[in-house]
């Protein structure tokens, strides 16, 4: 079964920056497009930003300029790499795997933003 799990959250101030990682088990992680998406309380889940296999990137218009998605095959590692971090950034950020039986999620992990 393939899991997904990430690290890296925590506390930053305002306009630092902070590097989440989501390391995929299994064989399957190079085949598949990975995805990082946040949520608030009260909020629908949020697409931040994708990678597609050939190594494609698409971001919300919201974090462009100021996020970047990466992936490393060899790692079966997925990362964001925040920078500028704002007020509004802060929410709980999930990993997405793409396969083609459908989506399977991280476990989350939070990102808080101190002015």
């Known amino acids: 079964q393939v899991q997904l799990v990430e690290s890296g959250g925590g506390l930053v101030q305002a306009g630092g920056s902070l590097r989440l990682s989501c390391v995929v088990s299994?064989?399957?992680?190079?085949?598949?497009?990975m995805e990082w998406y946040r949520q608030t309380p009260g909020k629908q889940r949020e697409l931040v930003a994708g990678?597609?296999?050939?190594?494609?990137?698409y971001y919300a218009e919201s974090v462009k300029g100021r996020f970047t998605i990466s992936r490393d095959n060899a790692k079966n590692t997925v990362y964001l790499q925040m920078s500028s971090l704002k007020p509004e950034d802060p929410a709980e950020y999930f990993c997405?795997?793409?396969?083609?039986?459908?989506?399977?999620w991280g476990q989350g992990a939070p990102v808080t933003v101190s002015s």
């Open positions: 997405a795997l793409r396969g083609p039986a459908g989506t399977v």
């Open positions: 299994g064989n399957i992680f190079r085949l598949n497009a």
């Open positions: 990678i597609t296999i050939r190594g494609n990137t």
